[in-house]
């Protein structure tokens, strides 16, 4: 008898729960699949003083209820930001207008 998929979890010791979980992980991982030059990943400071704008600003536009949040990394509670992906907003921004 061939088992079904909620056998091979519970034979994993893994639930289905935390199987889906790791998919969509594994799916927001793969998306990016171009590496970032480290030298181009910059703070929240950086960025504003790039930006020209208060680092309030910054964060207020990284947050996910943002409409058309700015784009950044969170490692634990610090955010880092990669110039490309920064610049590429900050275009899509100026068509937008």
């Not at 088992?3 to 893994?14: A, C, F, K, L, Q």
């Not at 992980?25 to 181009?40: M, N, Y």
Request: include cysteine.
């Amino acid at each position: 008898m061939k088992p079904n998929h909620i056998d091979e979890y519970v034979s994993s010791g893994t639930s289905p729960t935390a199987c889906a979980e790791v998919s969509k992980k594994s799916e927001v991982v793969a998306f990016h699949q171009t590496p970032i030059d480290p030298s181009q990943i910059l703070t929240l400071k950086e960025v504003a003083e790039r930006l020209k704008v208060s680092e309030r600003w910054v964060y207020k536009k990284t947050r996910r209820r943002s409409q058309n949040p700015l784009p950044c990394i969170r490692i634990g509670r610090y955010l880092r930001f990669d110039w490309a992906s920064v610049s590429a907003w900050l275009r899509q921004q100026e068509r937008a207008a």
